[in-house]
């Protein structure tokens, strides 16, 4: 049953209001006269504007309790949480549907797909004209940033999807805060987005990055509609940045503070499946916690950095104020941050049912119940053959549920980056850890990150995809002026961050793991923060500056030193192997490759 499809019925919205007569709360003259042309495509039955508040948020999930787009879960045991589920063929990116749309195709790149500006706009116009009636039109004013930032963006949502609404108040700094910021400033992102009848034939996600716009239509999945998230923060953000002279990243943001009291920020980018989050709400071993070693979180997802005039440092904040987190694989001993993050006040997206309201997915607990209903309202038992929650099965939680969020989330001023870290999941070829020799061969580092795209249970190497400092389905223009303005940054940096590489995922023989990955990654963290603070001992390989084998604490762990020179070790063969997989990314950009990866590529050809 498609539960989205509810909301095109008779909406008897809260508080309807004439769709022609605009609340009087919106007073800058270029919003308002864009979304009076947005209501006349649409016609909606009424608009509804969302303000932030807390007693406005609650009579939202009370509405769409009432409708069925939520269920409402044990108030016991999660407070304040709701489950939704999507339509079955609506559950994650719909990558081969997002759109770049420019006036010419090179300003989008090959590595996009590109639909030009009018041509777009008009396929989209006769998907909108009359797409909203029966419903109503959420009016969503958001932030991007913590308020008062140099880097904060406003954008406007006009959607149709209530679930849409109450994420939205969640994973951004959403309501009359955003009009304050704006002002009667023309600089806002125009987001419209609708349901639609939720067809795949029928589903676009086009960004215009000319003109600072996102058009959505016919998926009511996070990534495609939740506007200010990948769409506003990642893909037209970088275009503002390339422009602009800062940057948009697919990264997580995290502090660490040692034993002597100084604390170190680390911008780090991972591909899909390759521990982002839990790098992100990491819990240290506990003689480390002993020891005074405190890890925060100011960000799982996404940065903005930018270049303090005054000091020549990169400085980073998070533009989300929520989560939106894969739950299959989640647990206590996994993430217990995040568990805490979503135990009251979240959304749940997909999971599956218990029989006392609660919710469960693969992995939360290491026995399944015995019964519950699954992610699709259908009966479910282990024996049954289908799995209970959607693999990406999602919770949507506000940040400051988080209780190691860091002191400086919503520092408008944002944080200095000592270090940017690039990982993949490798189980083969690459070391655990490896530092670049400088910020250009580090921007090479990142421009060549590759992961396996599946998990190899034999041991055996799996499909490495290419993905650019994790950026590939994210980068909102040509990744040829992408690369370019990475290392253009570097001249405006007076000291730029050390950038280091590491993959938590290498194999032996058998196929297993040979590092134990989760709160242990501390120790190799520990290694790159005395690197940038210059207490740490490296010696020069083929890839970069790495630690000895001794360099990398190992008490309390099963690990040996020699087993631990196994994982650092580099084969010569193994990376001109992996020279010539990089030629996929090479080809792709046929004579547009930027000269300093050209050289980079050389140099690293004339250490072999």
């Known amino acids: 049953?498609?539960?989205?499809?509810?909301?095109?019925?008779?909406?008897?919205?809260?508080?309807?209001?004439?769709?022609?007569?605009?609340?009087?709360?919106?007073?800058?003259?270029?919003?308002?006269?864009?979304?009076?042309?947005?209501?006349?495509?649409?016609?909606?039955?009424?608009?509804?504007?969302?303000?932030?508040?807390?007693?406005?948020?609650?009579?939202?999930?009370?509405?769409?309790?009432r409708d069925g787009t939520l269920i409402r879960l044990n108030q016991q045991k999660l407070p304040g949480c709701y489950l939704h589920r999507s339509n079955p063929n609506d559950v994650a990116r719909s990558e081969q549907l997002t759109f770049i749309c420019t006036a010419s195709e090179d300003m989008c790149g090959p590595t996009n797909n590109w639909m030009e500006t009018?041509?777009?706009?008009?396929?989209?116009?006769?998907?909108?004209?009359?797409?909203?009636?029966?419903?109503?039109?959420?009016?969503?004013p958001f932030v991007m940033g913590p308020v008062g930032s140099p880097l904060a963006k406003v954008g406007v949502q006009l959607t149709d999807s209530l679930y849409v609404a109450v994420s939205m108040a969640v994973m951004t700094r959403m309501g009359d805060v955003a009009w304050k910021q704006l002002g009667e400033g023309d600089e806002w992102t125009r987001c419209l987005h609708s349901l639609g009848?939720?067809?795949?034939?029928?589903?676009?996600?086009?960004?215009?990055?000319?003109?600072?716009?996102?058009?959505?239509?016919?998926?009511?999945?996070?990534?495609?509609?939740l506007l200010g998230k990948k769409s506003l923060a990642l893909r037209i953000a970088s275009y503002l940045g390339w422009q602009q002279g800062w940057m948009a990243e697919h990264m997580l943001l995290?502090?660490?503070?040692?034993?002597?009291?100084?604390?170190?920020?680390?911008?780090?980018?991972?591909?899909?499946?390759?521990?982002?989050?839990?790098?992100?709400m990491m819990t240290p071993p506990a003689k480390y916690q002993e020891q005074g070693w405190e890890i925060t979180t100011v960000g799982d997802d996404i940065v903005w950095m930018w270049v303090d005039p005054a000091t020549g440092r990169l400085r980073a904040v998070n533009p989300e104020a929520g989560y939106f987190g894969v739950l299959p694989g989640t647990n206590e001993k996994t993430n217990p941050i995040a568990m805490r993050c979503m135990d009251r006040n979240a959304i749940y997206t997909n999971a599956a049912l218990l029989p006392?309201?609660?919710?469960?997915w693969e992995g939360k607990t290491e026995q399944p119940p015995r019964e519950a209903i699954d992610w699709t309202g259908q009966p479910w038992t282990p024996d049954c053959g289908r799995k209970a929650a959607h693999p990406n099965s999602r919770f949507t939680a506000?940040?400051?549920?988080?209780?190691?969020?860091?002191?400086?989330?919503?520092?408008?001023?944002?944080?200095?980056?000592?270090?940017?870290?690039?990982?993949?999941?490798?189980?083969?070829?690459?070391?655990l850890v490896y530092q670049a020799f400088n910020w250009m061969h580090g921007v090479y580092v990142g421009a060549t990150l590759g992961s396996e795209t599946t998990a190899a249970a034999t041991g055996q190497v799996g499909v490495v995809r290419r993905d650019p400092m994790a950026m590939l389905p994210f980068i909102g223009y040509n990744i040829r002026d992408y690369l370019v303005h990475w290392f253009r940054m570097r001249k405006k940096m007076k000291d730029c961050p050390r950038i280091f590489h590491v993959n938590w995922f290498r194999r032996d023989e058998q196929g297993h793991f040979l590092?134990?990955?989760?709160?242990?990654n501390m120790r190799v963290l520990k290694w790159i923060i005395d690197r940038c603070q210059g207490r740490a001992y490296a010696s020069e390989t083929t890839l970069g500056w790495m630690p000895r084998a001794e360099d990398i604490d190992l008490e309390g762990l099963s690990l040996t030193v020699s087993q631990l020179e196994v994982i650092q070790s580099v084969d010569?063969?193994?990376?001109?192997?992996?020279?010539?997989?990089?030629?996929?990314?090479?080809?792709?950009?046929?004579?547009?490759l930027p000269k300093e990866m050209v050289f980079q590529r050389e140099l690293l050809i004339s250490r072999l």
């Open 1 to 65: 049953m498609n539960l989205q499809a509810k909301e095109r019925v008779n909406p008897s919205p809260v508080s309807p209001r004439d769709p022609r007569a605009l609340p009087p709360q919106i007073t800058n003259a270029a919003v308002r006269e864009w979304i009076a042309r947005c209501v006349e495509m649409c016609q909606p039955e009424a608009v509804y504007l969302c303000d932030g508040s807390a007693a406005q948020q609650q009579e939202l999930l009370d509405r769409g309790t």
């Open 118 to 140: 009018k041509t777009a706009y008009a396929k989209l116009r006769g998907l909108f004209d009359g797409c909203m009636r029966g419903r109503t039109m959420y009016i969503v």
């Open 515 to 520: 590092w134990p990955g989760f709160g242990d």
């Open 254 to 280: 995290m502090g660490a503070k040692g034993p002597d009291g100084k604390k170190a920020y680390i911008a780090a980018a991972f591909p899909s499946a390759s521990g982002k989050t839990n790098f992100a």
């Open 356 to 360: 006392d309201g609660d919710v469960w």
């Open 398 to 431: 506000p940040m400051c549920n988080n209780p190691a969020l860091d002191p400086a989330a919503n520092d408008p001023n944002g944080v200095p980056i000592s270090a940017i870290v690039f990982g993949g999941r490798r189980s083969r070829t690459i070391p």
């Open 197 to 225: 009848d939720v067809n795949p034939e029928r589903r676009y996600i086009c960004h215009f990055p000319q003109d600072n716009t996102i058009w959505s239509f016919g998926s009511g999945y996070g990534g495609n509609a």
């Open 572 to 592: 010569n063969d193994a990376v001109k192997n992996e020279l010539l997989s990089q030629e996929e990314l090479f080809l792709k950009m046929a004579g547009d």
